[in-house]
């Protein structure tokens, strides 16, 4: 108390207020107090103390002072107060574990077991972040003996959660700890869901009120991947502290491949087909356009045979059918970390796909019109020959049919395909010397090819351009014009706008985990703002990106 007033009133009204003190208690034998406190000794130590008040006996002050709170917030009691620990304790030497757990109106946060041949009930998870977890007290593997005094053995589980839900306040828990407990020594883990996965319509789940459901596309932390079936998750961006069930890799696997063989397969190519499970939605899609036309330039030519595609149909047979069995049984889940391009590193390429007629082009062309200097397109390849105002290298680079077969057949395209007998495709090589060259390299592509823009060397950024609402499509389309598959242009009709929204809203539902940002496109200004702005945090701003693409090579 002394050292707390003196940062504030001074030694010597302290020595007076002690004098007062002493007084009080000791009564008129003061006189010998009061010629020690006058002694000339002692007011000169009262100066050298005074004078170094402010240095170090401020800080030692602090201290004091917070030592002094914690010992009066120690001694008061706090609400709620825990029932006694029980007088008689277990005498068979089996070490017991006695928990109180307070209940709130969050559920507990483990899940327990019987084992089927002894009867005993186990812990069998304690959820990340739960109520459990947070006690440190209760562990998988702990087998319970008593639950608010009832003695659990032989009981369901079901009987035991019947318990849980009927106390009210504290719970106590008589556990035999578990003797090993397994240290969790694994490095968090982020992943992108490449499934939906509902836990409600999966039996297999041990729980379904602690499993987590998520969406092609989303982010998850795996926080707990110790069980070889079942892990913990939370999403990202993470508000809930409570992770919860998600089936492992494996497992996800495993029910992939199974719902995968159960269904009727089709040996043609002709029919989309989209299959949806209780569980997930996998995505079997015999129609992707694997050899459809393609168009990197600006050019209608190469713009039409993406609407004409089914001309270049059969031509490189083998290839159709091949990315749909890579999406179906590609990992359910894809390792990501945070990227963030080092200022000095090669920009990433700017990849944009859309619906046909949505506007893709146009945004393309828009960016690049706003500076040639930063933004440009990747040219392409042709069979067909030079037009008169067409340069080499320029337009296009102008190959002949056998060259241009051989560049496919060493996997140089990220997209080629057919048009009026005439072969078009995008290298590898023709981005990478946009990139090489300090631009940024803007594409557009077709769904097929995300697999080849996704690489550790091109880093793609990939922006979908989704149709706004259909009613708002046709309000800001009244005098925009389509090109038509005969080289001309025309005013949108009413079955144009219908086919955007429904080809938009299948390759949102197939590909949206591959999105790496969706503008709609309403208005054309507010739209290349907000490409713009897109495009810019993708080289400056750190992004959830594939980490084999980070990872040094073996
Ligand atoms: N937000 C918009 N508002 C009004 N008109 C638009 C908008 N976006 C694009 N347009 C117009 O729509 C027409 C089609 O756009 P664009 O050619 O870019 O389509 P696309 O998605 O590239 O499809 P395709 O490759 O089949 O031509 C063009 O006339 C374009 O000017």
Redesign the pocket.
């Known amino acids: 108390h002394l050292c707390v007033c003196m940062h504030g009133t001074g030694l010597a009204q302290i020595s007076s207020h002690v004098m007062e003190e002493l007084r009080d208690s000791v009564g008129s034998d003061t006189e010998l107090l009061q010629v020690l406190l006058h002694a000339p000794w002692l007011q000169a130590l009262l100066k050298v103390s005074e004078s170094v008040e402010h240095s170090h006996v401020t800080q030692y002050i602090t201290l004091y002072a917070l030592l002094s709170v914690h010992d009066v917030v120690g001694l008061k009691d706090y609400e709620p107060v825990l029932p006694p620990l029980p007088e008689t304790l277990p005498v068979d030497g089996e070490a017991m574990r006695i928990i109180c757990l307070v209940k709130n109106n969050q559920p507990l946060g483990a899940t327990i077991r019987r084992d089927e041949r002894t009867g005993e009930i186990y812990v069998a998870r304690v959820i990340h972040g739960g109520l459990a977890d947070r006690s440190g007290l209760l562990y998988a593997g702990d087998r319970l003996v008593e639950v608010n005094g009832h003695a659990v053995f032989g009981l369901e589980p079901e009987q035991i959660i019947h318990i849980l839900v009927q106390s009210q306040g504290a719970v106590t828990f008589k556990v035999v700890p578990i003797a090993d407990r397994p240290v969790n020594t694994q490095s968090m883990l982020y992943v992108r869901a490449l499934v939906h996965y509902n836990p409600w319509q999966d039996p297999a789940i041990p729980c379904a009120h602690a499993g987590l459901a998520f969406r092609k596309g989303d982010l998850l932390e795996i926080v707990d991947q110790t069980d070889a079936l079942w892990w913990q998750a939370r999403k990202l961006p993470c508000s809930a502290t409570c992770a919860g069930l998600v089936p492992s890799a494996n497992l996800l696997k495993r029910k992939q491949r199974e719902f995968w063989w159960s269904q009727p397969k089709s040996h043609t190519c002709s029919q989309a087909r989209e299959y949806t499970d209780d569980i997930m939605t996998i995505d079997v899609n015999f129609t992707e356009p694997w050899i459809f036309g393609f ?1 990197s330039g600006f050019q209608r030519s190469l ?2 045979c ?2 004409r595609g089914a001309q270049g149909r059969g031509l490189f047979g083998s290839a159709c059918g091949q990315g749909s069995f890579y999406n179906t049984l590609a990992g359910p889940y894809e390792e990501v970390v945070l990227y963030q391009r080092p200022p000095e590193d090669r920009h990433r390429l700017i990849a944009l796909l ?12 828009r960016l690049i019109e706003i500076s040639p200097q930063t933004y440009q397109g990747a040219t392409p390849h042709t069979t067909r020959t030079p037009r008169g105002h067409e340069l080499p290298g320029r337009e296009y680079h102008f190959v002949s049919r056998d060259q241009f077969k051989n560049m496919l057949y060493s996997n140089r395209f990220l997209e080629y395909g057919e048009y009026r007998r005439h072969l078009y495709g995008t290298t590898v090589e023709a981005v990478k010397a946009v990139l090489a060259s300090g631009k940024i390299c803007v594409i ?1 592509i077709e769904p097929y090819a995300i697999e080849s823009v996704r690489t550790r060397e091109l880093r793609a950024y990939i922006i979908y ?1 989704k149709p ?1 609402p259909l009613d708002q499509l046709k309000q ?2 009244t ?5 038509t598959g005969s080289y001309t ?1 025309q005013l ?1 009709k009413d079955e144009d706008f219908q086919k955007i929204v429904e080809a938009g809203r299948w390759m949102e539902q197939q590909y949206r985990q591959f999105f790496d940002c969706i503008i709609v ?4 200004q507010a ?1 290349c703002v907000r490409l713009l702005m897109a495009v810019r945090r993708a080289q400056e701003e750190p992004h959830w990106v594939p980490a084999s693409w980070i990872r040094p090579t073996p």
């Open positions: 168009c713009r039409l993406r609407r859309g619906p046909s007629g949505v506007g893709v082009n146009e945004l393309r062309r557009d351009i706004p800001t389309r005098n925009s014009q389509l090109i242009s949108y496109n309403g208005g054309l739209s």
